[in-house]
Each structure stands twice: as C-alpha cells, then as structure tokens.
C-alpha cells in the first residue's frame, strides 16, 4: 500500500492532495503531474490545517510572507543607500 500526499500553504498548510493506492508508478504521480491533473484522476482535496478555522492558517501565511517581503525591501533599500553615497 502507498499513500502521496501534496501539501499546498507555507507555513501552515491549507489544502492537501492526496490518494492512497497499490501502485508505487500511481504513487508517484504526485511528483510530476499537475493538481488539477491529479484531481481529474480521482485525488482526493482536503482543506484543512492544523488550525480549527482555515482562515487562522491563511492568515498566518499571508503575514509570514509579509515579514519576509519587507525584510527583503529593507535590505535592498539599505544597499541602495550605501551605493548611492559612494
């Protein structure tokens, strides 16, 4: 028996696909096909995560993402300023 799983959302997962099947080829389609494509081809789509209302987990990416874009802009802005002093 084997069991693929693909996890969409960083940190906290959002949406999961998988299947469980008797096939190690079948298993392995999770590794190069499509989601939609493994979702015409019976996988199953769980929303969830670890958090009991999925807003709280989007949330939580969308300000992880957040803190690193502006880390991000700081940092090239701090580098802009010391290139343009020279």
């Known amino acids: 028996m084997f069991a693929s799983n693909r996890e969409r959302g960083f940190p ?4 999961l696909i ?10 392995d389609k999770v590794y190069y096909l499509s989601d939609l494509e493994l979702l015409r081809q019976g996988w199953k789509l769980r929303a969830g995560s670890i958090f009991d209302p999925p807003l709280l ?20 802005e701090r580098i802009k300023r010391i290139y343009a002093k020279k």
């Open 57 to 76: 987990s989007i949330s939580i990416n969308f300000i992880f993402y957040f803190a690193i874009s502006w880390v991000a802009v700081s940092i090239i």
């Open 18 to 27: 998988s299947k469980g099947t008797d096939s190690g080829q079948e298993a």
């Open 12 to 15: 906290c997962k959002v949406l």
